[in-house]
């Protein structure tokens, strides 16, 4: 599938993603509703209170489609989820073939609530369900996101659904009758801000089915413990009524999805074929949801990344790679091998989308690491660039985008939040090898560490220039081993 710029000039604006997908307009938020279904892959996501709309059939180009969800007598269609009622257990598809496609959302009239709408046409058109909301309101003021998904053991949808610090699970055998099975996440984790988007899945630890483990992912709201909103995962089990932690973790451990700054309520796509576990995010954070200097469109997705659950360091951790699909972008390579870094090392590619993938070995250097989206100022000096890698001598891996191009963003709440930060997270390279794979295009940055070990997104707005790459080492020598480079087409043209 090629999608065509649907106007002149459309997707080629300053910072306009080319292999991430943004809607032709407006304001992009949380993906809702990630689903396969009948040979297509589809996004949904929020826009200002609806579900705008999006398929694929290679998870690479996007074509876009009419809104699925508007606004209707329960108010704003919030966040949820997309399941294949195959068998018609809702009874809303009889003499549908194949049944349909339901969609589980928060409806907002009279409280946060959860409700059905459903699609027999693989999801073109929707209708409501008359019998909404099929979870009301109890008068809290947070009680949002449901993600359902089939539970074969027990032969029953199960939801997971967000209530302030929690998350709450419910069984129904028809998608509209629903029963309470259980809470979980007082004393688990971190609770800086409410949590939202849950998702629930079971993943092969160590590629071993006999040891499928079960992991739960919440996002975290704005809050100034993280400067920002956040997201995180637990690792346990699940047995149809509860989800419980790995005992062996302690109560109050934070496994972060990602340690850059801008992915958020990330969604694994149902029903994907071949067992596969996929996500995006949304590359944003509600401290600054809508403020990023783009026109006429705000935000982007994060590429798809599949999932994997390694045991690292004697610990069950989610790891995540971008998915294979994304290679058939992949343009003419320029590899280096072999290389003593020692200061700068410029590398001879101008780019401003590409893939790349980096062995260092960091010698007896403090510092090493990559900076892209550079802009020379003369002389050998830098006017800005965005720089990733690790400090031997803090034990941290780092995203930087304080020479990045922007300064400050409006915050929320109307103040100047200082957008040139830098990012970091406890990390050491376990033989002395520091492996990068990354995506930069016009306006993020997003690395993957040790196969994706860690993960880290950044939003970035560089000037107009800042087309060039480096590898770096600081206070020694290091060998950058192999750096290959692939300049990436555009998804739009």
């Not at 009889?94 to 459903?118: H, I, K, N, R, W």
């Not at 990559?370 to 890698?389: I, K, Q």
Request: glycine share 10%; hydrophobic share 40%.
């Amino acid at each position: 599938m090629t999608a065509a710029a649907p106007d002149v000039g459309a997707y080629s604006e300053p910072w306009r993603p080319q292999f991430h997908y943004s809607p032709l307009k407006g304001r992009m938020a949380d993906p809702n509703g990630l689903v396969w279904f009948a040979g297509e892959w589809h996004l949904f996501h929020q826009q200002d209170g609806t579900w705008a709309h999006a398929v694929s059939t290679d998870l690479v180009h996007w074509e876009p489609l009419p809104t699925a969800l508007d606004h209707d007598r329960l108010g704003q269609a919030l966040s949820g989820s997309v399941v294949v009622d195959g068998a018609n257990t809702s009874g809303l598809f009889d003499g549908v073939e194949g049944g349909g496609l339901v969609a589980v959302y928060t409806s907002t009239e009279g409280g946060e609530a959860q409700s059905l709408a459903y699609s027999s046409d693989d999801g073109r058109t929707w209708q409501r369900y008359a019998g909404n909301p099929v979870i009301p309101n109890n008068g809290r003021a947070d009680f949002r996101d449901p993600k359902v998904f089939w539970h074969e053991p027990t032969r029953s949808w199960v939801m997971v659904v967000s209530v302030g610090g929690a998350v709450e699970l419910f069984a129904s055998p028809n998608l509209r009758e629903w029963r309470f099975l259980s809470a979980f996440g007082d004393g688990q984790g971190l609770h800086a801000a409410v949590w939202e988007c849950p998702d629930l899945f079971p993943l092969p630890l160590d590629g071993d089915p006999a040891r499928t483990r079960w992991v739960l992912t919440v996002s975290v709201g704005d809050n100034a413990e993280t400067n920002g909103s956040t997201a995180q995962y637990f690792v346990g089990a699940f047995d149809g009524t509860a989800f419980t932690r790995d005992p062996a973790t302690p109560p109050s451990t934070v496994q972060v999805t990602d340690v850059g700054q801008d992915f958020y309520a990330a969604q694994t796509f149902e029903h994907a074929p071949g067992g596969r576990r996929i996500w995006m995010g949304w590359m944003g954070n509600w401290r600054y949801p809508y403020s990023a200097p783009t026109a006429p469109w705000l935000n982007a997705m994060s590429i798809p990344r599949e999932l994997s659950l390694r045991t690292i360091a004697g610990r069950a951790t989610l790891a995540q790679a971008p998915v294979a699909e994304l290679t058939e972008l992949r343009e003419r390579a320029v590899t280096i091998e072999g290389l003593a870094v020692e200061g700068d090392v410029p590398v001879d590619v101008t780019s401003t989308t590409f893939e790349f993938i980096a062995e260092i070995d960091v010698g007896d250097a403090d510092e090493v690491g990559l900076r892209v989206r550079e802009r020379p100022a003369g002389r050998g000096a830098l006017a800005e660039a965005t720089a990733m890698g690790v400090d031997l001598r803090s034990g941290t891996f780092f995203l930087d985008r304080t020479e990045g191009g922007l300064a400050t963003i409006r915050a929320r709440d109307g103040s100047d939040f200082d957008f040139a930060l830098r990012r970091t997270a406890a990390y050491s390279p376990p033989d002395g090898v520091v492996r990068l794979h990354g995506f930069v295009d016009e306006s993020s940055v997003e690395v993957f560490v040790d196969d994706g070990a860690l993960t880290g997104t950044l939003l970035t707005f560089p000037s107009a220039g800042a087309d060039r790459l480096s590898v770096y080492a600081n206070g020694g020598t290091a060998t950058l081993r192999s750096l290959t480079v692939f300049p990436l087409r555009s998804i739009w043209r």
